[in-house]
């Protein structure tokens, strides 16, 4: 077993013809899945999981010698549970500071949340946390800088959204509100570019606020003005080799998009490139240079589609499902893997779901 899941390596299939083949059962799932075979044949071999690597250990040969091959497979594209979030919770803020993520406000059923917790995927365990100040639903995302974790804008559970920023500290355990943003916003997301948090909002009372980016700077605790930025409800954000992507959303009808778009701050320029599958509510993180796009909302109920983006080809991969179809889940990368937490179907879940390129 390797992050719960079931690896069968080599052995003999019918004809008595020893097999190199790697197949992999997801407990989550049910199913069944091919895996990149042995380099050798062997049956009668031994294998164990250690420090994520499958190891697969002498057994015999088609010409029934023994052999002394050792070989090591590191597993990749696939789904593994978690431990759940204890807090059901859609629709709030997430971020992953010192190798946890932490994941705050949201909404239960539709009743709004203020409540914390952070995820040590070590320990594969969850810590309570300070609430925040006020609760937060449809925030913009979250933001990092020097191990202080944003979460501007939202609304409190009764639709109107506000200027908050809040900053929260790990080390303490403690929020802090900051300098109110320009504008009353929501449903977006943040990146942090040169150390600065950049926040797009397309929910709120001010229509000529929507659509735009607007550029906090913690070293003065203040704001820059308005940047102008395309316009769709609830996409999925990311920074990407010093880029915030903003992917899928939906458009004034209500129509799921593909478009993405990436912002530069050196030019202060919006660049459109390759489509993605339609679809607004999903969540997307950074990792190794390429930009994750898992999950959301299709226009006909949730979907588990997974796709990853290459800014060196401009170009799309499609993924293995999630095990678990939602939209408006958390996210983060650490070490490696992509963490799906939460979000929303028939209800609001705990589920959390680790993710292996």
């Not at 300098?179 to 929501?186: L, Q, S, T």
């Not at 880029?243 to 458009?251: A, I, P, R, T, V």
């Not at 499609?318 to 929303?344: C, E, F, H």
């Amino acid at each position: 077993m390797i992050d719960g899941l079931l690896y069968v390596v080599g052995g003999k299939v019918p004809g008595d013809t020893v097999a190199s083949t790697t197949v992999v059962y997801n407990p989550l799932t049910g199913l069944w899945s091919a895996q990149a075979g042995m380099a050798s044949r062997r049956a009668w071999l031994g294998a164990a999981g250690v420090s994520g690597k499958l190891y697969a250990i002498g057994g015999i040969t088609q010409s029934n010698l023994a052999s002394g091959t050792n070989e090591a497979y590191t597993p990749g594209d696939v789904w593994a549970a978690r431990a759940p979030i204890p807090t059901a919770r859609e629709a709030f803020a997430s971020a992953v500071v010192n190798g946890n993520l932490y994941a705050f406000g949201g909404r239960q059923n539709g009743n709004p949340l203020g409540s914390g917790h952070v995820y040590n995927p070590s320990t594969d365990s969850w810590t309570s946390r300070s609430a925040m100040p006020q609760p937060r639903v449809a925030s913009n995302g979250a933001g990092v800088i020097n191990g202080i974790l944003y979460v501007p804008g939202g609304h409190n559970g009764d639709g109107i959204y506000t200027k908050s920023l809040y900053a929260y500290n790990p080390a303490t355990n403690t929020w802090t509100s900051k300098a109110p943003m320009p504008a009353a916003i929501g449903c977006g997301g943040s990146g942090v570019l040169g150390g600065k948090l950049y926040v797009y909002g397309t929910c709120g009372p001010d229509g000529n606020a929507l659509g735009g980016l607007y550029a906090y700077d913690p070293a003065t605790n203040s704001w820059g003005s308005r940047i102008s930025a395309p316009l769709v409800k609830f996409p999925a954000m990311a920074v990407v080799n010093g880029k915030l992507y903003l992917s899928g959303g939906h458009n004034e009808f209500g129509s799921p998009v593909s478009a993405l778009s990436a912002f530069d701050p050196a030019t202060r320029q919006w660049t459109t490139l390759a489509t993605l599958s339609p679809r607004y509510w999903a969540t997307a993180v950074a990792l190794n240079g390429l930009l994750y796009v898992m999950g959301g909302y299709s226009g006909n109920g949730p979907v588990v589609w997974s796709e990853v983006y290459n800014p060196a080809t401009n170009s799309w991969r499609t993924l293995i499902d999630m095990p678990t179809a939602r939209w408006s889940p958390g996210a983060g990368a650490i070490n490696g893997k992509v963490y799906v937490v939460g979000g929303q179907g028939d209800v609001t879940m705990t589920t959390n779901q680790a993710y292996t390129p």
